[in-house]
């Protein structure tokens, strides 16, 4: 499909080679020319998050679709080249050989912005002609992956995860901005005149102050380190971990303020006039937004809502929020992927994984089980963790290699991939210029493709690459179940009639907001999904997916 300028849309059907089969029709207009065609299995365009808002505002919903652009970053990282431009010009460039042009620049976030049904194309657009010529190259280079199958079912799921991302900022995030103002208002007290802090802030700001005997700005970490420089307390950070370590009567004021600073500037009165309408907050989700899979969001701060925040999540009247936690997801990965014979026996229960691990290899000490097998993950392999992993490799010899020969591969500047194929960024040369992009020891979320991280970040340090690559090939299979549990959860609510709507995700939460006495049912969905999910993505094992659900009307009720 190519959308025309004036509203319409040029269509062919395409045969499984990816090839023409049939004359191109012209239609005069977009919506109605999908809206005409239900039988349609898949449509394949250039880009969901252009096309799809403008089909969802006229009330047309589409099944399945392949998202070129998508699909383009997935197979530019299988092949090694992550960070080489990804947009459909760039690929048609590459197959004649011509110069490349660069990727536009990421379009910033507009809350305020209505989505019209001809608003123009944030991207470079191509010709129907020439979209379908780089399609079909794609459908070759598809053949040419490590395990084609499953790379065809990993763009297939990143294709399903922009239609769920176009649909979610569509349906909202139900929002009572009457309860975020009470709660700021308790929170911050009052606010003054001309946008200055509020209340609370100056009292906490007035009492740090004093408490080093001059002014001293909580908000500037360099005044604060040099504040307590004056006072003989020699500090590098202005963390809370950083800041508890230390006896002085700063510490409560300047803890309680940095927290409340957050909130003030993240998600106070300024957010919420300018993120939430008509009770709801739509962000614009950015589906593989992290080089491991993980959406993003651009803009409004959605995959960080403040605990105390999300009692202004409230559902509507007679409705309820289904929210949904996988538990233990990325130990169950890794038992999935390892394909280790115990390691999935104690994944194979609904129950408390590490409670299973710890009965049956440290003494029932829960604490330690978690720490090893979490260590394993991200790369914890030095002190009390390289004696917990030992004890693990002992009795799940295959899954800590599995992990164990990832890093290999990263320290040896080799590429590793997820189950599905998802590929971690190349190693850089050694004038790369060191770490920067790097999760620090203990893991956390990898590189964004989209913030302050570039696809080529990499490492000249081979044990900090061999951390990262640990972890990449557990995080990304996740992410990538993730995706896949996405799209039959989609289908489960669709056909099943329900009025229930997917309104939020991250990588191990999604909510849907539904009526009331749909609740159950959603639940149910849910379950399914997953099994389905667990076995699309790595065939038939005894791992289990379980959520933990609760059916609430406040967010902050679920946790």
Known sequence: MDPTED??????????????????????????????????????WRSTADIYPRLLAAGVRVERCYDIEAAELLLLGHEGRLGEPRS????????????????????????????????????????????????????????????????????ASESAGTLVAAEMNRAGL????????????????????????????????????????????????????????????????TRRWALEEID???????????????????????????WVRDGRFRPEYIPGGTVSGRWTANGGGALQIPKVIRQAVVADEGWRLVVADADQMEPRVLAAISRDPGLMEVAGHDGDLYTSLSDRAF????????????????????????????ALRRRFPRAVAYVDDAAKAGEEGRLVRTWLGRTSPPAAGADDGGEAGLPQEGGGELPSLNGEFTPGYASTNARARGR????????????????????????????????????????????????????????????????????????????????????????????
């Not at 040029?10 to 039988?39: N, T």
């Not at 308790?186 to 509020?198: Q, S, V």
């Not at 990304?476 to 997917?502: F, I, P, Y």
């Open 468 to 559: 990262f690559t640990r972890n990449f090939v557990v995080q990304g299979s996740a992410a990538d179940w993730a995706l896949l549990l996405l799209a039959a959860l989609r289908q489960e609510l669709a056909t099943a009639g329900m009025r229930a709507e997917l309104v939020f995700f991250q990588h191990d939460e999604v909510i849907v907001h539904c009526p009331e006495a749909e609740a159950p049912e959603v639940v149910r969905a849910i379950r399914t999904a997953s099994a389905l999910a667990g076995r699309i993505a790595f065939g038939e094992t005894p791992v289990r997916f379980p959520f933990t659900t609760a059916v609430v009307e406040r967010y902050s009720d679920a946790k």
């Open 174 to 237: 139900p929002w009572r901005a009457d309860v975020h103002r009470a709660l700021l208002h308790d929170l911050l007290g009052e606010r003054y005149a001309g946008g200055g802090e509020p209340r609370r802030l100056a009292e906490l700001a007035d009492e740090v102050s004093a408490a080093f005997g001059r002014r001293v700005r909580p908000d500037l970490p360099a005044d604060v380190i040099k504040a307590f420089a004056e006072a003989g307390v020699r500090i590098t950070s």
């Open 88 to 155: 459909a010009a760039a690929a048609l460039a590459r197959l004649h050989h011509l110069p490349v042009p660069p990727d536009p620049p990421a379009r910033s976030a507009e809350p305020s912005r209505q989505s019209s049904l001809f608003e123009p194309s944030s991207g470079t657009s191509l010709p129907l002609e020439a979209l379908v010529e780089v399609y079909a190259e794609q459908q070759r280079r598809h053949e040419k992956a490590e395990h084609p199958g499953r790379m065809r079912l990993l763009t």
């Open 363 to 390: 003494s029932g000490d829960r604490d330690h089980a978690k720490l090893a097998l979490l260590g394993a993950i991200y790369g914890q392999t030095s002190g009390d963790g390289l004696k917990n992993l030992a």
């Open 248 to 274: 002085h009567p700063a510490v409560a004021p300047l803890i309680a303020y940095k927290k409340l600073y957050r909130i003030w500037t993240a998600h106070g009165w300024s957010w919420l006039h300018d």
């Open 7 to 44: 509203g319409g849309a040029r269509l062919v059907a395409l045969g499984r080679d990816g090839l023409p089969e049939g004359p191109v029709a012209h239609e005069p207009d977009l919506a109605e020319a999908v809206r005409s065609r239900p039988g349609v299995g898949r449509w394949v």
